[in-house]
């Protein structure tokens, strides 16, 4: 790449699920929020070996170094106040629907800005698309970072691409959805 903040295409990019010939070099993968490293290098295998969630590792083509991940398990929403009400008057009697939940994202911190997001939010769609003509699948749920004392506020990643509060919380995280079916 010329220009280090070229935009990085999928073309760019190979996926791979992790497996055990990546433990060697995990290590390697730079990003500031040290929590989503020691996920990667210490439970992703792991979790996926015990059938929790499985993490898709994305490669640069060209230099074949490791520049984001996007860890995706089985999630499921309850239904409750607004978001009850409004399923309840569409027929939808259920106490919650199935959801596949992005439950880990992180771009390495070289490679922030150039549209991997993105591509991975997209990845994350056509999974769950593809997953929902197999199985009962209705949304995308994750768990946002609002922080508001950095520029770093996954919340308004999320809400580029459809993604909706769920429950606002005081601390921690931020509950968010997309529904598959709303457009």
Known sequence: ??????RIKLTDIEIQQINESHKSFLHEFKSYEKELVDFLIEDALDNQKKQMSITYLW???STKELVAYVTVLADAISLQGELKEHFRQQGVLYKSLP???IGRLCVSDEYLGR???TLMIEFTLVLAQRISKEIGLRFITTDAKRNPDTRKDSVHFYKKFGFEILRQREKGTIPMYKDL???
């Open 115 to 117: 549209g991997i997001g």
């Open 99 to 101: 959801a596949l939940k």
């Open 59 to 61: 490669f640069l083509k």
């Open 1 to 6: 790449m010329a220009n280090n903040k070229e």
């Open 181 to 183: 079916i709303k457009e």
